[in-house]
């Protein structure tokens, strides 16, 4: 794991010394509207530090180009790099790759925490990067207002400050009710993020988190998907950035969606924060009453 | 050759669900659940048997919930529901244009999702009633959870007791 700690970090600073990102960030804040830039990745694990380095560089680049506040990578973005180890590759697509990913686990992580911290800096805008996957535990990192927070699947909420809003992290399965979302609902979070991807290529399956949220509870949501053959699995996924149908172009209830669910792409779209808020003023919020029942049992 | 449709005839109505300004209201159904975006009213055999804004009726062993105003928009209903034995939720609402509508679709389909509980929608848009019945994905062949939608009456045959 020496490559990853010293000749790619080292290497990776070289690299990144040339661009400069300051004018983005004094560019694009204090405004209500914003864009989003989330990514899609095909699982396949970088074989060469060069590698590693093109795919971060270029997106550091499209991102610079495109001038998004937000930026969403999927989980296992970090597994990519397991693919560094020499005669690792092959075993990331068996099962074996998710033993892998545990052995390295606490190098990958700190690794990877570093990583998104320069990319953040560079970039200056609110990083969310999914995240490195093992068997024990799985990790996302977003870096918001020059800090870098480090959230576990153990951790009840995932929610930082960016710019005068409030952004959560879901991991997948809680996104599938509206218990935790409707939580943070009432700290005031505006933006929900995850990264869900399926073993079901249905499309009707793919809509059963995220997507139906946004139109249940009137929120913004963001996907980021890792489609391909993930330890052994073949996963199918769509990034997007999904609203109530209300909101959106031919009441779809996405405001972005990639079509393919096999391969990699960007999904970029700008949203108004005061036409959520007005839509989500606009509902009464007679749910309470059942309060006594979502959280405490029965009633 | 299109596709084939087979038309089945029923003698028998068990529950007939319809929106208060085209009810069906005929004393051979047993339960007739009418409503609108105000209050459902329940028939038995003809008769009122209860008028409220959401209501847990049985028939035959099989319990139902109906629900209207502003509790048939929030997720929270149909868990409830669920928790109570309930094997369907039938839902009254109303909106304005296409846009509204969509809503109204695609939030019946996500409560018959998370709940895993069927969904009877009732919605009035601009004016004309609208039905659609939801599914939780896993229990329906189709795959898209979808088992109707459309503004004409449609009869249907549902097994409670094979499919809780």
């Not at chain 1, 899609?40 to 074989?47: A, G, I, L």
């Not at chain 1, 074996?96 to 545990?102: A, R």
């Not at chain 2, 009726?57 to 919930?65: L, P």
């Given at each position: 794991m020496k490559i990853l700690d010293g000749l790619f970090i080292k290497n990776l600073d070289m690299v990144l010394k040339g661009i400069k990102g300051e004018y983005l960030s004094s560019n694009i804040k204090g405004k209500s509207s914003f864009r989003i830039m989330s990514?899609?990745?095909?699982?396949?694990?970088?074989?060469?530090p060069d590698e590693a380095i093109y795919f971060i560089n270029a997106r550091i680049r499209e991102i610079l180009r495109y001038l998004p506040r937000i930026v969403v990578f999927p989980r296992y973005t970090a597994n990519l790099f397991l693919?560094?180890?020499?005669?690792?590759?092959?075993?990331?697509?068996?099962?074996?790759?998710?033993?892998?990913?545990?052995?390295?686990?606490?190098?990958?992580?700190?690794?990877?925490?570093?990583?998104?911290?320069?990319?953040?800096?560079?970039?200056?805008?609110?990083?969310?990067?999914?995240?490195?996957?093992?068997?024990?535990e799985e990790i996302v990192v977003i870096y918001a207002g020059d800090d870098v927070h480090v959230f576990t699947n153990e951790d009840s909420t995932k929610v930082v400050n960016f710019e005068g809003y409030k952004l959560a992290f879901l991991f997948p399965d809680e996104t599938m009710d509206y218990k935790k979302p409707r939580l943070l609902q009432e700290m005031d979070v505006e933006v929900?993020?995850?990264?869900?991807?399926?073993?079901?290529?249905?499309?009707?399956?793919?809509?059963?988190?995220?997507?139906?949220?946004?139109?249940?509870?009137?929120?913004?949501?963001?996907?980021?998907a890792m489609v391909g053959n993930i330890f052994g699995k073949e996963f199918f996924g769509t990034s997007f950035v999904s609203a109530p149908a209300v909101l959106t172009k031919n009441f779809t209830g996405f405001v972005v969606k990639l079509n393919d669910h096999k391969e990699k792409g960007v999904a970029i779209a700008d949203i108004n924060m005061d036409v959520i808020e007005e839509y989500s003023r606009s509902l009464p919020k007679t749910y309470r009453k059942y309060w006594s029942f979502t959280w405490g049992g029965n009633s | 050759m299109g596709p084939q449709v087979g038309l089945l005839e029923f003698d028998e109505v068990d529950i007939?669900?319809?929106?208060?300004?085209?009810?069906?209201?005929?004393?051979?159904?047993?339960?007739?659940?009418?409503?609108?975006?105000?209050?459902?009213?329940?028939?038995?055999?003809?008769?009122?048997?209860?008028?409220?804004?959401?209501?847990?009726?049985?028939?035959?062993?099989?319990?139902?919930?109906?629900?209207?105003?502003?509790?048939?928009?929030?997720?929270?209903?149909?868990?409830?529901?669920?928790?109570?034995?309930?094997?369907?939720?039938?839902?009254?609402?109303?909106?304005?244009?296409?846009a509204g509508f969509m809503n109204l679709k695609y939030q019946s389909w996500s409560y018959a999702q998370e709940a895993g509980i069927m969904v009877f929608s009732v919605m009035e848009v601009s004016g004309k009633v609208y039905y659609g019945v939801y599914a939780p994905i896993e229990r329906f062949r189709k795959k898209n959870g979808i088992i109707y939608e459309g503004s004409t009456r449609n009869f249907m045959e549902v097994n409670f007791y094979e499919n809780p």
């Open positions: 990514y899609q990745f095909d699982f396949k694990p970088f074989s060469t693919g560094l180890l020499p005669f690792s590759k092959k075993r990331l697509h068996t099962e074996k790759g998710l033993e892998l990913s545990s052995r390295f686990y606490t190098i990958l992580k700190s690794f990877y925490i570093e990583l998104v911290n320069k990319i953040g800096k560079i970039t200056g805008v609110t990083f969310v990067s999914g995240t490195v996957f093992s068997e024990e929900f993020i995850t990264s869900e991807n399926w073993e079901d290529e249905n499309e009707w399956v793919m809509r059963k988190g995220m997507w139906a949220r946004s139109q249940t509870l009137g929120i913004f949501g963001i996907n980021s | 007939a669900i319809s929106w208060q300004e085209e009810p069906i209201l005929k004393e051979w159904i047993k339960i007739n659940v009418i409503g609108d975006d105000k209050v459902i009213d329940i028939y038995e055999d003809g008769k009122v048997l209860e008028t409220s804004t959401y209501v847990f009726t049985d028939i035959f062993d099989v319990r139902f919930a109906a629900v209207t105003g502003y509790d048939a928009y929030y997720p929270e209903f149909y868990h409830f529901a669920k928790s109570k034995d309930a094997r369907f939720v039938v839902s009254y609402k109303k909106a304005d244009g296409m």
